[in-house]
Nanobody, 123 residues
């Protein structure tokens, strides 16, 4: 089954750090444009805590200098290192990527989301 599986959320005090990881599972041939989104309570999902596209990385303004996105193409994983966390970073974090996979002789691509992982930052 093709899917993205996240890990690494949790609770931390303000100023602390967490590392989120996301791994593509299934017969994946390629992972494109992986990124992380987040959804705070009562708010809509935010377009990208960090997005990697075409080899470059874009960060949402409020996380610049604190969050770092990294990817391992061979392992088909993407991680988000979060430092100097603030209470306003509290949200469910979702991994997103376009995945290419083979089913017999046919290659498919699709947009996939992880199940979400909770990050809670207390003051």
């Amino acid at each position: 089954q093709v899917q993205l599986v996240e890990s690494g959320g949790g609770s931390v005090q303000a100023g602390g750090s967490l590392r989120l990881s996301c791994a593509a599972s299934g017969s994946i041939s390629s992972m494109y444009d992986p990124g992380w989104y987040r959804q705070a309570p009562g708010k809509q999902r935010e377009l990208g805590a960090a997005i990697a596209a075409g080899g470059s990385t874009t960060y949402e303004d409020s996380v610049k200098g604190r969050f770092t996105l990294s990817r391992d193409n061979a392992k088909k994983t993407v991680s988000l290192e979060m430092n100097m966390l603030k209470p306003e970073d509290t949200a469910v974090y979702y991994c997103n990527a376009h995945l290419a996979y083979n089913s017999g002789p046919v290659q498919y691509t699709g947009d996939y989301w992880g199940q979400g992982t909770q990050v809670t930052v207390s003051s």
